[in-house]
């Protein structure tokens, strides 16, 4: 038994560390959704055994007699309603589509990407900079945590900051992205975000960044200073 007042680690690593397919897997989804060049496999993992709770939940109420009524028909039913709200499975959905879920819809669900999705971001690692910056709120709370899974009905609320330069419509950044999309045809295009992407490289972005941080330090210590 372990130490009370230490809660044990809910991530679960592989349990071969050196097998080849994995760990190319690993390093696609880690350029694909943006994660951390050094530290990014964690992140994996960390939504892997979260996936493998879900399916293991889902597979001990399938092999139930009976979810018809009682006790089970409840814990089945809070358990979809669950999954639904987090936005991993559609509202008609049953047990059997949990076991559909793979890793990369629990990443999609993470702020980062749906920064990207929403096209508040030129890139994958572009919109984990604008979090880990301050520059992105979910409602009224700023957010500066990229692996922050968003509920279904939270994704409206994702905004930037009040005090963000890409709060302002005439920002470059965002000129840019509205120019490509009126060029493409349609704000919901795909290819939007893909183009801002090749017109602005990360070294730039990040910079722009670290500029627009400033500035907003400087607003904010002058409120503060004005109080």
Do not use: C
């Given at each position: 038994?372990?130490?009370?007042?230490?809660?044990?680690?809910?991530?679960?690593?592989?349990?071969?560390?050196?097998?080849?397919?994995?760990?190319?897997?690993?390093h696609?989804?880690?350029?694909?959704?943006?994660?951390?060049?050094?530290?990014?496999?964690?992140?994996?993992?960390?939504?892997?055994?979260?996936?493998?709770?879900?399916?293991?939940?889902?597979?001990?109420?399938?092999?139930?007699?009976?979810?018809?009524?009682?006790?089970?028909?409840?814990?089945?039913?809070?358990?979809?309603?669950?999954?639904?709200?987090?936005?991993?499975?559609?509202?008609?959905?049953?047990?059997?589509?949990?076991?559909?879920?793979?890793?990369?819809?629990?990443?999609?669900?993470?702020?980062?990407?749906?920064?990207?999705?929403?096209?508040?971001?030129?890139?994958?690692?572009?919109?984990?900079?604008?979090?880990?910056?301050?520059?992105?709120?979910?409602?009224?709370?700023?957010?500066?945590?990229?692996?922050?899974?968003?509920?279904?009905e939270?994704?409206?609320?994702?905004?930037?900051?009040?005090s963000?330069?890409?709060?302002?419509?005439?920002?470059?950044?965002?000129?840019?992205?509205?120019?490509?999309?009126?060029?493409?045809?349609?704000?919901?295009?795909?290819?939007?975000?893909?183009?801002?992407?090749?017109?602005?490289?990360?070294?730039?972005?990040?910079?722009?960044?670290?500029?627009?941080?400033?500035?907003?330090?400087?607003?904010?210590?002058?409120?503060?200073?004005?109080?």
């Amino acid at each position: 038994m372990g130490q009370p007042k230490f809660s044990r680690p809910k991530t679960q690593t592989p349990t071969h560390p050196w097998k080849a397919e994995r760990i190319e897997e690993e390093h696609a989804l880690k350029e694909q959704y943006g994660l951390k060049r050094v530290g990014g496999m964690k992140e994996i993992w960390r939504e892997r055994s979260a996936l493998r709770r879900h399916r293991q939940l889902a597979m001990k109420l399938i092999g139930r007699v009976d979810t018809s009524e009682g006790h089970f028909k409840r814990e089945k039913e809070e358990f979809l309603g669950s999954m639904q709200r987090k936005g991993l499975i559609s509202e008609d959905a049953d047990l059997d589509d949990v076991l559909q879920i793979s890793v990369e819809n629990m990443l999609d669900r993470r702020l980062q990407s749906q920064v990207y999705y929403k096209g508040f971001a030129p890139s994958m690692r572009a919109a984990r900079n604008m979090i880990v910056h301050g520059h992105i709120v979910l409602g009224n709370q700023r957010m500066n945590v990229p692996g922050y899974h968003v509920l279904r009905e939270q994704e409206s609320e994702i905004a930037y900051h009040p005090s963000s330069n890409f709060n302002d419509p005439n920002h470059a950044i965002r000129q840019e992205m509205d120019r490509r999309r009126q060029t493409v045809g349609g704000d919901d295009s795909v290819d939007v975000t893909q183009q801002v992407r090749e017109a602005h490289t990360d070294a730039d972005f990040i910079e722009q960044i670290k500029a627009d941080e400033a500035a907003m330090d400087a607003v904010e210590n002058e409120d503060g200073g004005e109080a």
